[in-house]
């Protein structure tokens, strides 16, 4: 290796460390409130895609390494809507509402005409999302998908996420009808497509470590006197029949989520940006707090994610051995993709911040697992066999923390080196 590689190396790994983070702010919710749901933001890619960069001269795309979460879904359970239905329908008899509270009422009546008996449930967006990603996928890399390809797709057992791969499947045979793409969802995956550790199941439980940090946190955020006095007329009414805090948290949910369903109706008239930007601070940390990589974790949240990291490595060393293109496709879910991100050090994904307050100025949930959100690692070849790959998420070319003088892409023994002493590294161990 010369010299000037090894200054290219340097600077790409450099770069790979100190690459600004785009701070989520109040003007970004304000310009789009949609992101202001987190982990409830819809996939935000369009037919257009997003920019792909070409591989070096000599280098042919021949296999994708895939990890989807599920596309958009309705709230996970009817009681999500009807709780709040019914209290505001309630007040309405009362005679306790505010006109805004009426037209809340109204408009959540006629929302949960689509939303009822589907709670957890993949809505037609969704669908389309994932149909979406994988026309993208095979438009863009068209030799990874020939007729005689070699795909495997597998799901949790959970109903959305085979829904989402069967949409994904059918969204590569509208563009190649010959493929033949095997399916599965069923428990034999699932030890390392939604795995979690028993340390991680204790330290995560009500009661553990983050119970009390997430809950003081949520407290702080929560501000709901003024929605309270826009919707409801009657303090004594409110008192003895309203819980203010739960009743914000309530509105939110239904806020954010419906820009996953089909209906037209908006509830952003219902917070202001300062409250839904406080809300989801707040639910930033606490997805944070449970599933990426607090410092109170040592780490330990990452674990979940090694068996799935590990069948990443073997499925792609099985698909260069074979000599055959195709694609592993994967679907699960926000609490699988976004350890696996933060354990891969993927770009942006791996902060470790201990300050909830602080947390939004380097992390934010919606920019690494929307509904539909997605890693893809794309893997090329050249006549003498060398393997190169970059990583996606999103869609969205991303840098990882190994050495490379022609990123994004970097070489596959560099990389699979890497990630075999991160599943290596010794596993967490509770102190005595």
């Known amino acids: 290796m ?21 701070q989520t702010s109040l003007e970004e919710i304000i310009a789009t409130p949609a992101k202001a749901g987190g982990i409830y933001y819809a996939y935000p890619v369009g037919d257009e895609g997003r920019q792909v960069t070409s591989a070096p001269d000599g280098y042919e795309p021949f296999y994708i390494s895939h990890y989807g979460r599920h596309g958009s879904r309705y709230l996970i359970g009817d009681r999500d809507y009807s709780r709040l239905l019914d209290l505001l329908k309630d007040a309405r008899k009362a005679g306790a509402l505010t006109p805004l509270g009426l037209s809340l009422t109204e ?11 589907r709670g957890g449930e993949l809505t037609p967006l969704g669908h389309r999302q994932h149909r979406g990603i994988a026309r993208r996928m095979i438009t863009n890399y068209p030799t990874v998908f020939p007729d005689t390809a ?30 033949e793409i095997p399916r599965e969802s069923s428990q034999r995956h699932m030890y390392y497509l939604n795995y979690h550790t ?17 809950r003081k946190f949520e407290r702080s955020m929560t501000s709901p006197d003024r929605l309270v006095s826009s919707i409801f007329s009657d303090p004594e009414y409110v008192y003895g029949n309203v819980d203010p805090h739960d009743f914000m948290w309530s509105v939110y949910w239904v806020t954010v989520d419906m820009q996953n369903m089909e209906s037209p109706v908006r509830f952003y008239d219902i917070l202001t940006a300062e409250e839904m930007f406080d809300l989801w601070q707040s639910f930033n940390y606490r997805f944070y707090a449970t599933n990426c990589n607090p410092p109170m974790a040592n780490g330990m949240l990452l674990d979940c994610a090694k068996p799935l990291l590990n069948n990443i490595l073997e499925c792609a060393d099985k698909a260069i051995d074979s000599g055959r293109a195709g694609a592993d496709l994967r679907f699960g879910h926000d609490g699988n993709l976004i350890p696996l991100v933060a354990l891969m050090e993927i770009e942006g994904c791996n902060a470790s911040v201990a300050d909830a307050a602080e947390l939004y100025k380097s992390y934010a949930d919606f920019k690494i697992s929307p509904m539909g ?37 970097y070489r596959w023994s560099d990389v699979k080196d890497y990630y075999r002493k991160v599943i290596e590294r010794e596993n967490y161990m509770p102190a005595e």
């Not at 408009?107 to 008996?117: F, I, K, M, Y």
């Open 2 to 22: 010369n010299h000037y590689r090894i200054l290219s190396c340097v600077i790409s790994l450099i770069a790979s460390f100190t690459a600004v983070y785009a």
């Open 107 to 117: 408009r959540l009546d006629s929302v949960w005409q689509e939303a009822e008996g």
């Open 150 to 179: 070699n795909v495997f797709a597998r799901s949790t057992v959970v109903m959305r996420c085979a829904h989402s791969m069967n949409s994904f499947c059918e969204g590569l045979k509208e563009v190649n009808p010959a493929l």
């Open 198 to 214: 028993p340390q991680a199941n204790h330290f995560t439980r009500h009661g553990g470590p983050t119970t009390e940090p997430t």
């Open 373 to 409: 959100g997605n890693l893809q690692m794309v893997f090329f070849r050249n006549p003498s066999g060398d393997v190169i790959v970059k990583f996606m998420l999103n869609e969205e070319e991303k840098s990882i923390p190994v050495a490379t003088d022609i990123a994004p892409f």
